[in-house]
């Protein structure tokens, strides 16, 4: 991939698997440990992921208002990445986890606060790597 780099680190594989094992908090804190030490536009890269973590934790949680802001905030952080430096250089299918994000965002907005207090939640989604 030809695009801006961003640092990867062992705490950065850990998140992904943390994240894919749905450990979403363990993720965030990961991801947060990442941020901490880089300089932008790295910082708002993980600090998009920890974001998105944030709301899948809100969604274990059933908190939908902290879920549904927690994965704006992480779309937010995305949608800068993207005007400011365009592609990433990042050995994850990043935009994958935006995109399924942004879904489950929409899928909470149209369905409210019932979505999640009366069914089983079946949108988890899962970060790749690249081959």
Not at 1 to 8: K, Q, R, V, Y
Not at 24 to 40: G, Q
Not at 98 to 105: A, F, I
Request: charged share 25%; net charge neutral; hydrophobic share 40%.
């Amino acid at each position: 991939m030809n695009g801006h780099p961003i640092p990867w680190t062992p705490d950065s594989d850990a998140g992904v698997f943390l994240f894919n094992q749905r450990e979403y908090w363990c993720a965030h804190e990961a991801w947060e440990r990442v941020r901490a030490e880089t300089e932008p536009p790295a910082k708002l890269f993980y600090q998009g992921l920890a974001q998105f973590a944030a709301g899948f934790v809100s969604i274990q949680q059933r908190e939908h208002k902290g879920a549904a802001a927690n994965l704006r905030k992480g779309l937010d952080k995305f949608r800068a990445l993207d005007d400011a430096v365009g592609d990433l250089d990042v050995p994850i299918h990043y935009k994958n986890i935006v995109n399924r994000s942004r879904g489950v965002r929409v899928s909470l907005l149209d369905q409210g606060e019932a979505r999640l207090a009366d069914r089983v939640w079946d949108l988890w989604p899962r970060i790749e790597y690249r081959n």
